[in-house]
């Protein structure tokens, strides 16, 4: 086991502690763990069944009923299309089938880079400037195939300068 990963479990382990008599503390490991882990594969689930003398099933059964959870690697951002009623009817279902195309990637799936997880979103509270999506925290409006492709353009070129100032940092 890396140290990194036994940073992780010691994080757990301690999560674990820190809740064990409280109710709903399966919820509030998860959450820690995630968090810390960033998403919640089966061996992760295993662990933490183990250590909250817990069926696996249980700790399985929880983080698929609950949409928070997800047992996938998660992409550094989320872009998540708006699929509400006003969004879909003035271009949304385009701006789906236009990320699949343009990142490679389903609906639920993550890039190989790991830069984006593409999700749906029923309604981002945008009907009046559809079709919206967000990215992050950020809402982009009246959005098109055309300036979805210039947006996240933006995106990598952004992530490039990251990893060229930290390659320049760590010279």
Not at 2 to 30: C, F, T
Not at 68 to 76: A, D, E, N, S, V
Not at 126 to 133: D, K, S, Y
Not at 143 to 151: E, F, G, N, R, V
């Amino acid at each position: 086991m890396s140290e990194e990963e036994q940073a992780l479990y010691s994080l757990i382990d301690q999560a674990v502690e820190r809740y064990r008599d409280h109710e709903g503390a399966l919820i509030m490991v998860l959450h820690e763990a995630q968090e810390a882990y960033g998403y919640l594969p089966e061996d992760l689930q295993y662990y933490i069944a183990g250590k909250m003398n817990v069926p696996l099933a249980e700790v399985s059964g929880v983080v698929s009923f609950y949409s928070f959870f997800t047992t996938k690697k998660r992409g550094k951002h989320t872009i998540r299309v708006c699929q509400g009623t006003a969004c879909y009817v003035r271009g949304g279902k385009r701006l789906v089938e236009a990320i699949k195309t343009e990142l490679g990637i389903d609906v639920g799936d993550t890039t190989e880079d790991g830069l984006f997880t593409f999700e749906i979103a029923r309604c981002i509270g945008a009907c009046g400037l559809a079709p919206a999506i967000m990215i992050d925290d950020d809402v982009y409006k009246q959005m098109t195939p055309q300036k979805l492709h210039i947006l996240l353009r933006k995106y990598y070129e952004a992530e490039k300068q990251s990893d060229e100032e930290e390659g320049g940092a760590a010279s």
